[in-house]
């Protein structure tokens, strides 16, 4: 029998990692999120931090010209070096075990394979905002502010590397509104498809 993959892509706030893991948790596999940088730093001698903040996510110096970028350049960034190790673990864990993998571009990297659920959880403003405060607590600049610089990174980078809209529907096989849903829902939802 095949490996069933589900990856899940994520408005920052909207608690799709957590999504992710009460999933695994349920379905008896593992899910992959904080142990693929653990796995990138491994394998590409980076530093756990560094790859936290720069593996999914385009730098705040760059991330409006990535944003209009349709390409990489001829001179391979760290991101880029990143990038194609994040790929070849990706495309290695989907071969090896049914997961759940949250994040980096794992909905592009394995859109040909057949036996993978892609899903994408989002929630309004105000319900992200009362997540990320509850979770991760005040911060100098608003909540909103804070989503809102998140997930442009997240499109950017996406954008970057994929040459395709982050978030767009038709991407998916199932979109969820986790602050309308719940998490519970949601996971219960991801389950039955799976």
Known sequence: MANRIITISRQFGSGGRTIGKLLGEQLGIPCYDNELIEKLAEESGCDKKYIAEQGEYASHSNWFVNAFSTGRSAHPSNQDYLWSIQRKIILRLA???????????????????????????????????????????????????????????????????????????????ITLDSGALGIEKCVEILAKLY
């Open 95 to 173: 071969e090896q075990e049914s997961c759940v993998i949250v994040g980096r571009c794992a909905d592009y990297i394995l859109r040909e394979k057949t036996d993978c659920l892609r899903v994408f959880i989002h929630a309004d403003m105000e319900k992200r905002a009362e997540r990320i405060v509850k979770l991760y607590g005040e911060s100098d600049v608003s909540p909103e502010k804070r989503l809102r610089d998140k997930d442009k990174r997240r499109s950017a980078y996406y954008r970057f590397y994929t040459d395709t809209e982050w978030g767009l529907a038709e991407q998916y096989h």
